[in-house]
């Protein structure tokens, strides 16, 4: 048992390669579709390389997958008895999958499914209520990224 991102020692492990920081700065993840995919591969790549890029010479590919979801909003009433049927809040839900290969051998390393909820005030005002579903939507992208590198790590601890 040790700490998922320590330095092995060689005579525990056998080998500085079984380093999961450095095998996790070998992965390529795939071209987004859409924005919401960008926000999370791009949060992933900082996490993966410490800020580095994509690597030059993949070992590892990363297929992902992410679908942005609004939930529905709250209707709350307030003191003053506001009837508007304005909503008040919402949720944004967010769903990552990925596929982990490695490219040496085409043998699937890792694969899951994870999600994330970042919840948001809507105001009375158009804009201000777009704005806080954007601003949900980029929290929830970085708290999947984060989640996304956790359990990569884990597959590649495994191998």
Known sequence: MRPLYSTPS???TGSVNDNIRSRLATISINQ????VTQEVRNNLIFLFAGGAGQPASPAYSLTLSVA???LSLLLVQNATNDKSGQP????MRMTGS????RLSDGKVVGSGTRIVTADYDAPRQRYAVLRAQRDAN?????ELAETLNLAVAQDLSKT
């Open 98 to 101: 990925y596929t982990l290969t």
């Open 10 to 12: 060689p005579t525990v």
């Open 32 to 35: 987004p579709g859409d924005r």
């Open 138 to 142: 980029n929290r929830a992208a970085r």
């Open 68 to 70: 942005s979801r609004d």
């Open 88 to 91: 008040t809040a919402g949720s």
